[in-house]
């Protein structure tokens, strides 16, 4: 029996639906024609070509296991009209069929009201993703450190990792990383723990590297990454009553397969 298909309705406003899924799917079934927009009316009417067309290595993040779905350029939704987004053949990771789950919502100018109605809720939320500033593990991460090193991995962090909004002074700019081992002391430097952040926008744009100092836990397996503030000549880091996250920007972490015990 294949497993439900939405997790959460993460965002949804004048630029795009962010969906959260329960469980890992196809990749495959992220294809523009399996997410449908249509009225909630007796008699629905389907709007044609809803979304920009789906490139999932950016718009999907398989670790957090979150679709960004651009409105197109030229959708005009109308205020005040419920709208359904259908999501259609869908298989999961046994290959097996996922039950068509919908969103509901009524759409109000730049934002989105919860329906009672609705098979899964949308929140109901201001400046969706102008406030991103998400830190995530990204291309190597566990998976390749598990491929090179079997017994070396990382077990979690914090914050974790696909979060999409964090405040600007979260955790006094630290970001926690722990494996299952104490990583060597020689790898403890921004060579293989790389920070980036780019600016959100629609036109791509390069990830630029941010400097931050690596340090290790005396005895535990965990390594913190110290952002440094934003708005001080010289920088600080982990200090209190300091911002280290800018508005407007995302960020992540790259961690080298190359780390080892």
Known sequence: MALALIDAVVALDNNMVVIRFESTIKISSLVNSNFILQTNAATPTVIPNPFETIETIVDYNQISRTLKLYWHKNLSLVNGVQYL??????????????????????????????????????????????????????????????????????????????????????????????????????????????A?????????????????????????????????????ATPAYYTDNKEYFETGYKYRIVVSKEIGI
């Open 85 to 194: 987004i259908r999501l259609v053949n869908f298989l999961d990771a046994a290959n097996e069929v996922i039950d068509e789950e919908q969103i509901s919502f009524q759409w109000d100018g730049s934002s989105a009201t919860p329906s009672s109605s609705s098979s899964v809720i949308v929140p109901q939320v201001k400046e969706i993703l102008v406030e991103d500033k998400s830190i995530r593990t990204d291309a190597f991460t566990s998976l390749q450190i598990l491929a090179k090193n079997p017994d070396f991995y990382i077990v979690e962090t914090s914050p974790p990792s696909g979060d999409f909004y964090l405040q600007n002074d979260y955790n006094n700019g630290r970001v926690k990383i722990t494996f299952n081992s104490r990583p060597a002391s020689n790898f403890l430097n921004n060579n293989y723990f790389k």
């Open 196 to 232: 980036q952040r780019k600016k959100i926008q629609r036109t791509p744009v390069r990830w630029e590297n941010v400097s931050t100092k690596v340090q290790i836990h005396s005895w535990k397996p965990e390594v913190y990454l110290d952002f440094p503030s934003l708005k001080d």
